[in-house]
């Protein structure tokens, strides 16, 4: 389909500011537990507490979570229905930590997989990837489809080798689901330079092979060397070639498009630029060079260090590519 002819119909629906509606309790059976869903609206009412690890109640967490959800659900419909190409809530509170039954790390429900579930049951799609960027392993979205074929998860995330978590190369899914589930763990403070060879070695290439007809992005922004929360040392340009590349892999494949949802990034002075970098990319626009994109040091042996991890994740998948 022509530029031209996506423009007409509207590249980026986010353009438009469309507001969401909130999402329903229901909703989220799609994905959690009814515990889980039970427990977070007794706990909005207390207004207070801990419903998990870094996950904490305050007054009208129900009703917050609910619209966070609905946005990231029309997001998904506006893709899935063709009325954009592309799409990108801004949301929080975040969602990708959050597993079936138990919220943790600032998430309540996982947004993203809520929505790619409800695009899959309401208008057929049958295949979606789900690229994750944040400087976190989204453990709960992991977790939620690491038995199904018909999701592809991908994960660009922080890892430390001296005390190994989840998050490894090796965790490649199960049963009908197994190859789906795609880790690159790169090492804390790592540069533009290993972002880029990721998504050129890995990103596009098992995105072009596995084929889906939506792409969901999980967009944490905090990899930024700035973020008080990420370990990562990228800046603003990095998020241009995330956006660049999925643009380029939902042309070449004729897909729908793709849906973007807000997950981390703590710093407001630069989560603005990071985004708008990233919607750029998606539209084709050149990169520019922003304030934050300033001359920082990258380590050889980090970078040769990453080489080799992203050489261990394409030796893990060849099988299945």
Known sequence: MAEKHLSERGMLQTMSRVKAPKASPEDALLVHSAYLVDTVGLMSDLGSGELGEGAYASPDLLE?????????????????????????????PPGHHASVSTPMGLCYFNNVAVAVKHIMKRHGIKRVSILDFDAHHGNGTSEIFYTHPGVQYISLHEYDYENFGLGHYEEIGYGEGKGTNINIPLLEASPDVSYKTAIERVVRPVLESFKPEVIAVSAGYDPHYADPVGNMNVDSSTFWEFGHAVKEVVNALGAKGSFWVLEGGYNPLVLGPCIETSLQGLQGKKKERLDDQVIREVRDELVNANNQVIDKVLETLAPFM
Do not use: N
């Open 64 to 92: 917050t979570t609910l619209i966070a959800m609905g946005g990231s659900m029309k997001a998904a419909e506006i893709v899935a229905s063709e009325e954009a190409r592309h799409a990108f809530a801004l949301l929080r």
